[in-house]
């Protein structure tokens, strides 16, 4: 089961409700992090999440409300048990933003730290990562300083239809594991094709998309997502000209990109301090794309 923990939904300011942002992908064994605000490894510590299944660190900018947290949570990962090694992506600087942020302070040298640093260029779609279940890939963004978007991409999975199966008396059969790669197989001189006997569940795509201006790099990314959780700083109504001047969106401007790409969960985040309660920005992205949730601090979203 995958889930979604939102740790901080904040933006600049952090308020008593909402944290600098932070956003956990709960896959199997592992916590994929993205972004990781002032406060994040309180924040994992009151959703009682597992601090050594955070492995792997994926930054969207170097803006403070982003990162922050980062040196905490480094700290203290370099003394949790059995983590040795932690894997950092970021844009173009990171490098640099990361030796200059050990330096300015005793810092634990036990953590290795394995950096990464991307540089997608317009309408490119870059592959961060792989594993032999997902991918990550990233897009460059429009904000004020180099950003990235990211997407987690489950891949498709070939599974055995335990019924054909069984109708040909096949359930204990090493032949199924041919059939399940996809490779036709023999029975008693008969050809049976792997489409006859399996049948192929299709990966999830949740794409994280923080600070920006509406641009090619987001739709080119988020279109068929299952989930997409992406910024939504301020209330188009009320201050669209902010979300200008500042580079970020409305939550108007975020659902019509929900709309538009055929996305099927949309949930926001990253508020401004202005709004005491995220009910108006939940109205206003929802009267164009109704399944949209405003997240919350310590939400957790299980992702079917
Ligand atoms: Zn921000
Ligand atoms: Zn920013």
């Given at each position: 089961?995958?889930?979604l923990?939102?740790?901080?939904?904040?933006?600049?300011?952090?308020?008593?409700?909402?944290?600098?942002?932070?956003?956990?992908?709960?896959?199997?064994?592992?916590m994929?992090?993205?972004?990781?605000?002032?406060?994040?490894?309180?924040?994992?510590?009151?959703?009682?999440?597992?601090?050594?299944?955070?492995?792997?660190?994926?930054?969207?900018?170097?803006?403070?409300?982003?990162v922050?947290?980062?040196?905490?949570?480094?700290?203290?990962?370099?003394?949790?048990?059995?983590?040795?090694?932690?894997?950092?992506?970021?844009p173009?600087?990171?490098?640099?933003?990361?030796?200059?942020?050990?330096?300015?302070?005793?810092?634990?040298?036990?953590?290795?730290?394995?950096?990464?640093?991307?540089?997608?260029?317009?309408?490119?779609?870059?592959?961060?990562?792989?594993?032999?279940?997902?991918?990550?890939?990233c897009?460059?963004?429009?904000?004020?300083?180099?950003?990235?978007?990211?997407?987690?991409?489950?891949?498709?999975?070939?599974?055995?239809?335990?019924?054909?199966?069984?109708?040909?008396?096949?359930?204990?059969?090493?032949?199924?594991?041919?059939?399940?790669?996809?490779?036709?197989?023999?029975?008693?001189?008969?050809?049976?094709?792997?489409?006859?006997?399996?049948?192929?569940?299709?990966?999830?795509?949740?794409?994280?998309?923080?600070?920006?201006?509406?641009?090619?790099?987001?739709?080119?990314?988020?279109?068929?997502?299952?989930?997409?959780?992406?910024?939504?700083?301020?209330?188009?109504?009320?201050?669209?000209?902010?979300?200008?001047?500042?580079?970020?969106?409305?939550?108007?401007?975020?659902?019509?990109?929900?709309?538009?790409?055929?996305v099927?969960?949309?949930?926001?985040?990253?508020?401004?301090?202005r709004?005491?309660?995220?009910?108006?920005?939940?109205?206003?992205?929802?009267?164009?794309?109704?399944?949209?949730?405003?997240?919350?601090?310590?939400?957790?979203?299980?992702?079917?």
């Amino acid at each position: 089961m995958m889930k979604l923990h939102f740790l901080g939904t904040g933006c600049m300011m952090p308020t008593k409700e909402r944290n600098h942002l932070a956003t956990a992908l709960e896959y199997e064994g592992e916590m994929l992090l993205f972004d990781c605000g002032e406060h994040t490894q309180l924040q994992i510590k009151k959703m009682k999440l597992a601090l050594g299944k955070f492995r792997k660190i994926f930054i969207s900018h170097w803006h403070g409300d982003h990162v922050l947290g980062l040196p905490g949570l480094l700290m203290t990962l370099a003394n949790t048990q059995g983590i040795e090694e932690v894997e950092i992506h970021g844009p173009k600087g990171t490098s640099d933003y990361l030796h200059h942020m050990r330096k300015s302070m005793i810092f634990d040298s036990k953590l290795s730290l394995k950096i990464f640093e991307h540089e997608p260029k317009e309408r490119e779609i870059l592959t961060v990562d792989e594993s032999p279940e997902y991918c990550i890939k990233c897009v460059k963004l429009n904000h004020s300083v180099p950003c990235i978007a990211y997407s987690f991409e489950q891949k498709d999975v070939r599974n055995i239809d335990k019924d054909k199966a069984k109708l040909l008396g096949l359930e204990q059969s090493p032949l199924l594991a041919r059939s399940k790669l996809g490779l036709d197989i023999e029975l008693e001189g008969k050809r049976i094709p792997s489409e006859d006997l399996t049948y192929v569940k299709k990966g999830k795509k949740i794409c994280f998309v923080f600070d920006t201006r509406p641009c090619l790099g987001i739709d080119l990314l988020v279109k068929n997502a299952d989930y997409l959780i992406m910024e939504a700083t301020y209330i188009f109504d009320q201050h669209a000209d902010k979300a200008q001047e500042y580079d970020h969106m409305s939550a108007k401007e975020t659902a019509e990109i929900a709309l538009r790409n055929n996305v099927q969960n949309l949930v926001i985040t990253h508020f401004s301090q202005r709004y005491k309660d995220t009910k108006d920005i939940e109205a206003e992205a929802k009267e164009i794309f109704e399944k949209t949730c405003a997240a919350y601090d310590l939400m957790s979203l299980p992702l079917r």
